[in-house]
């Protein structure tokens, strides 16, 4: 259907010739001389077209009309009286644009278009924001377990309120899942949704990406860049694998926990920033702070809402329902014609250990789907990861004839930084330690900064 504009003017002559103007360009047109009359169409418009000066009610009082009626359209107002004060006016009342008299055809149908496509455009975002919402919506969430029940409503009472959050779990949990759910279940979920992945950035560059620099704080900062935390103002901040921060930024994170402001790198400007922090870690932090790699006062001040997400093993009765889900999704992903998971399949599902949880689920159940012979996966359909069992410790000797704890545990560490090219991070998921824990241990064995491999 073609947008429909209201055309509201008193001026006869220049209502007919704007309406026969509209009508040749494929919109559908409405018109009225006076504001009262125009009420009675103004919901059913998509954009209204108004004079400032009119008989009766006048352009400003129609506009303050139509916001108290929750009409939510754009309204673009002519007049001849044209000045700075007058379109101030008319803005602060709630005009989208500003036309003023005379105008050329070319210049109202260009305004008449721009204006129509932002509000497409907002329709469209608002669309994607309820998608989100419905997707992130705690009621689909997998939760038939005792365990998730709890944590989701402990999410449900937490998501309205400013309290950071600390999310604990192991890789694959659904850390991510749940703080995105709390950020759409919260009053801040129409604004950003700002993901860090701690992990992922490396050391020199953490400070300039979360906090942000001025032109000229390092060579190459050719400009002025925001941090994501400006970036996220108002919204959310979702730090994953926390443990991972170093100092230095550890201690501008707690400023903004406690003071609510930032500085930029090169900057001496205090900045106010409203933001939400959630944070997540797959490794026990407690331990970070016994090695002195993690602030303590960082620490309690990230807890002050602790949730802790269960290991798919934890919560079994969620596995059906999961692995009905994936399956689902994976058939629509590629076209597959299969429609159910049997019994038995699902027996062998419940009964696997699943170090990766629930990401290795979905997994499983995509590989197994797409491998499938037939229109249900069978038993003989489920293709589950192979990972050698660890062997017994035999008796007597468990450490490598020769060698002592620390040497054992210095050639691992030698080892994982060899297998990863130097890379700390890298080295630190091999070995499943944070990337705080593997330099404190490298500085302890006396290795620097790990480039000793």
């Not at 040749?24 to 954009?47: K, N």
């Not at 004079?51 to 001849?80: F, S």
């Not at 992130?136 to 029940?149: E, T």
Request: glycine share 6%.
């Amino acid at each position: 259907m073609n947008p429909r504009i209201l055309i509201i003017e008193d001026e006869e002559r220049l209502r007919r010739v704007v309406e026969l103007q509209l009508r040749s360009s494929g919109y559908e047109v409405d018109q009225a001389p006076t504001g009262e009359l125009a009420l009675a169409s103004a919901d059913r418009a998509d954009l209204i077209l108004t004079d400032l000066r009119l008989p009766g009610m006048d352009g400003l009082a129609l506009l303050q009309e139509i916001r108290k009626r929750n009409v939510h359209v754009p309204v673009i107002v002519m007049t001849a009286f044209s000045s700075v004060e007058t379109a101030v006016e008319a803005m602060k009342a709630g005009a989208q644009d500003f036309l003023p008299k005379p105008f050329s055809m070319d210049h109202l149908m260009a305004v008449v278009q721009k204006n129509l496509e932002v509000r497409a455009l907002r329709h469209e975002n608002r669309a994607l924001r309820d998608q989100l919402g419905a997707r992130y919506d705690l009621a689909n969430i997998v939760a038939k377990s005792a365990g998730m029940r709890e944590v989701l409503e402990t999410v449900r009472r937490v998501a309205a309120t400013k309290a950071t959050v600390l999310l604990k779990g192991e890789s694959g949990t659904g850390k991510d899942l749940i703080a995105r759910s709390i950020h759409f279940q919260s009053p801040r979920h129409e604004r950003p949704f700002i993901k860090i992945n701690c992990a992922a950035i490396p050391e020199t560059l953490m400070e300039s990406e979360l906090f942000g620099y001025e032109k000229g704080a390092f060579t190459g900062a050719n400009t002025s860049k925001l941090g994501k935390f400006e970036q996220a103002d108002t919204g959310t901040v979702f730090l994953d694998e926390i443990g991972d921060i170093p100092p230095a930024a550890q201690v501008k994170l707690l400023r903004i926990l406690q003071e609510r402001e930032l500085e930029r790198l090169g900057s001496n400007r205090v900045r106010p920033v409203d933001v939400r922090v959630i944070a997540a870690t797959n490794v026990d932090l407690k331990k970070a702070l016994e090695q002195g790699s993690f602030r303590e006062d960082l620490y309690y001040r990230l807890n002050v809402m602790p949730i802790h997400i269960l290991p798919l093993r934890e919560r079994r009765d969620d596995i059906a329902e999961l692995a009905e889900r994936f399956l689902e999704k994976a058939v629509q992903e590629h076209g597959l014609p299969v429609d159910g998971i049997s019994p038995e399949a699902l027996e062998i599902l419940r009964n696997y250990r699943w170090p990766g949880n629930v990401r290795q689920l979905q997994n499983v159940i995509e590989r197994s789907a797409l491998l499938c012979q037939g229109t249900r996966l069978e038993a003989v359909d489920i293709k589950l990861d192979s990972a050698p069992s660890p062997e017994a410790i035999p008796e007597g000797h468990f450490l490598p004839e020769g060698l002592t704890l620390d040497e054992y545990e210095e050639a691992l560490l030698r080892e994982a930084l060899r297998r990863a090219g130097g890379n700390k991070s890298q080295a630190a998921r091999m070995l499943g330690l944070s990337r705080n824990a593997l330099r404190y241990r490298l500085t302890q064995m006396g290795m620097g900064d790990g480039t000793m491999l």
